[in-house]
């Protein structure tokens, strides 16, 4: 019986110290920030759904407990545990993807450890509070409001964002590069500077 294909399915696999360290000081210093910043917010904002104006009526702080996920995305009396376990699945997913890019792919590398703080921050609540995730950050004018969130949201769409946009520049390098080593033939005959040349230029269409 094979094996399953390993995922994600992207060449390489290393990362060098100066990225990690990187990547582990994001997670570390959002993880922080989104704790002690749930923590004022839960001493201090109270009590809870009590507009508190930051910025007037555009930017308040308002103390509000997220049993499901973010946007105000909910699944019933099971929310807590399934987005749990779903937040798990996500981490290892986004660890393998992190070790399997080439290291030279640091911005992408940093956008997951982004996209990792974030989840780890509101799988704290989710483990440790009953009533859910803490959400404190209120933005709107009047009473058009945006979803109530918080530092560890904040984190996980703009690593989102960057992931995205990453992974496309990535896989477009990396389609330049194949199609570049295809232009030499299915079978090209030993010697061949056409073929040297596509393999040659590979390499250096990933690493712009």
């Known amino acids: 019986m094979s094996s399953a294909p390993p995922l994600p399915p992207y060449p390489g696999g290393a990362t060098d110290r100066a990225t990690l360290r990187g990547a582990l000081a994001i997670v570390l210093a959002v993880v922080t920030l989104d704790q002690v910043t749930k923590a004022l917010a839960v001493t201090h904002l109270v009590p809870r759904h009590t507009p508190f104006p930051v910025v007037g009526e555009l930017l308040r702080f308002t103390l509000t407990y997220n049993p499901g996920a973010a946007f105000g995305m909910h699944l019933g009396p099971a929310s807590r545990w399934i987005f749990l376990v779903l937040t798990l699945f996500i981490v290892g997913f ?29 799988l704290i609540d989710r483990v440790r509070n009953v009533e859910g995730v803490v959400d404190f950050i209120d933005i709107g004018v009047g009473d058009v409001r945006f979803w109530t969130f918080n530092v560890a949201d904040m984190a996980v769409s703009i690593g989102a964002v960057f992931l995205v946009l990453l992974l496309w520049r990535y896989e477009s390098r990396l389609h330049a590069a194949e199609h570049a080593a295809g232009h030499a033939g299915d079978h090209p005959s030993p010697g061949d500077p056409v073929a040297a040349h596509a393999s040659e230029r590979a390499p250096e269409a990933l690493e712009r």
């Open 94 to 122: 986004l660890v393998r993807l992190f070790t399997g890019l080439p290291a030279r792919e640091r911005a992408l590398k940093l956008a997951i450890a982004s996209v990792i703080a974030g989840a780890i921050g509101n």
